[in-house]
């Protein structure tokens, strides 16, 4: 057996069922790991030790007697600290919301209790989720597993760096232009932007409420399918795809990509912007693996990043300043200097520009579905670069734009981003796939058959 602390969720479940660990067993080495080396890391902003060792001891019992609740009982996950837990301060890495105890759970994570999973704490993150890795704030920034000098990916930075680390096989993130995505790929870990709704928001501050997505991180695709079976929104599916027998995000896996037709992104890091030469070789060996995988390869053409970008930037600054107004004004000390700057530019947004912004963004939407009329899912960029130090502050804020993640929080289509190679560096790269709404085991099949023929998923950082 693998050490405890690189299995995958299923792998766990699958030793409970043959009596080969237990809860109690797993989550006491989890919080021994995270204890010795979150020093390092920061990837917790509260270990909530004492509530998941009794939640493990209840989960035990459970399974011990063959109350089984599914594929996450006894499975410890960690949550981005924007996200409501009962009796725990939801602080968004904040000064500002330091003391805001939340007075019941998010719907998420009462989804996750009631699927027997064990909550271990709260996450550090980008100052609401929107900031970046600063120094200023009420707790130090958290940083990558795979060298500690460099950035983990915001602004669920502590979501990816927990994963990356082997802290915890599953984490819950936010993604409002990649969030997370960006730390998934950054700490060579797999993370799902959902197709919008489809998981519930109730219970998560905002920071945009019309392109702000929450979603499941995980050290493998299997992994991130089996949290979605239970935290996403049966309610918002579009339940005519779907029959009731084949409803779980894992059924179809192992399917391969054999006679899917997926279109290539190309202009995105090659002509709209050029991508650091590392990332395109990367991008270039996932589509000749998928293709040798016997999926049609072809490329394709949407909007300009440019456009897209702007679009959703537009949206996305009028809306966090809809939020954060009156608290800029009376407290603009209280937020790091990162966020009271990027926060700021929604003062400078028109109701006109909002408003054209949504006539552009359904406009573009159309056109991200036309081109879903001829392919099953689409191969982009994530990131352009590899990830840079943490106290380059200059160029983190360059590469933050160098990016094809946003353009999909303004669609709305589900998107993951996921391990795709190591440059010369030591660090991850990652690669994005997109799909069409609310069909993401389409999206999981090429994850997981892409992940199956590399070997990504099995590389881990020495810390």
């Given at each position: ?326 608290w800029l004004r009376e407290r603009p ?51 352009f670069d590899p990830i840079c130090r ?74």
């Open positions: 057996m693998k050490e405890i602390h690189w299995l995958t969720a299923r792998e766990i479940s699958e030793n409970y069922g043959l009596r080969k660990l237990s809860p109690v067993e797993v989550t006491s080495a989890l919080l021994k790991r995270i204890k010795e080396l979150d020093s390092k890391i920061n990837s917790f902003i509260f270990l909530d030790e004492e509530s998941a060792m009794n939640s493990a001891r209840e989960a035990e019992k459970e399974i011990s007697s063959g109350k089984f609740r599914g594929s996450l009982h006894g499975i410890p996950i960690a949550i981005k600290d924007n996200i409501n837990m009962v009796g725990l301060a939801t602080t968004c890495h904040s000064k500002i919301l330091v003391d805001n105890i939340a007075i019941r759970d998010a719907r998420i994570i009462s989804q996750l209790r009631s699927s027997g999973a064990i909550l271990i704490g709260k996450l550090a993150l980008h100052e609401f989720a929107f900031g970046g890795p600063t120094f200023d704030g009420p707790f130090p920034p958290a940083r990558n597993p795979w060298n500690t000098d460099h950035h983990p990916g915001g602004s669920s930075s502590g979501s990816g760096a927990a994963l990356g680390a082997g802290f915890v096989p599953i984490t819950i993130g936010t993604d409002t232009a990649g969030s997370i995505r960006n730390p998934a790929g950054a700490c060579g870990v797999a993370g799902l932007k959902p197709t919008y709704d489809l998981v519930s928001r109730n219970g998560v501050f905002p920071l945009a409420y019309t392109v702000e997505h929450v979603g499941p991180m995980a050290r493998s695709i299997n992994d991130i399918a089996l949290t979605m079976d239970s935290i996403a929104c049966k309610e918002t599916m579009n339940v005519e795809r779907y029959t009731t027998e084949n409803l779980s995000y894992t059924n179809d896996l192992n399917h391969g990509v054999k006679g899917l037709r997926i279109g290539f992104v190309r202009h995105f890091h090659e002509s709209d912007l050029i991508a650091d030469p590392e990332v395109i070789a990367s991008l270039n060996e996932v589509a000749g693996v998928l293709k040798d995988l016997g999926a049609s390869i072809e490329d394709v053409v949407l909007p300009s990043l440019q456009e897209m970008q702007s679009v959703e930037g537009i949206i996305w600054y009028s809306e966090t300043w809809a939020i954060h107004k009156k000390e209280d937020y790091t200097q990162a966020a009271r700057k990027k926060l700021m530019r929604g003062a400078f947004l028109s109701a006109g520009d909002y408003v054209n912004a949504q006539q552009c963004r359904k406009i573009m939407t159309d056109s991200v579905n036309q081109v879903f009329q001829d392919f099953d899912v689409l191969i982009t960029a994530s990131s943490i106290d380059e502050t200059e160029i983190y804020a360059r590469n933050y734009a160098r990016q094809g993640r946003s353009p999909f929080n303004m669609t709305g289509h589900p998107a993951l981003a996921m391990m795709s190679g190591i440059c010369k560096r030591g660090l991850p790269l990652s690669v994005q796939f997109v799909g069409r709404h609310f069909d993401e085991k389409k999206l999981f099949r090429v994850a997981a058959a892409y992940e199956s023929a590399t070997p990504w998923h099995h590389k881990h950082p020495q810390i």
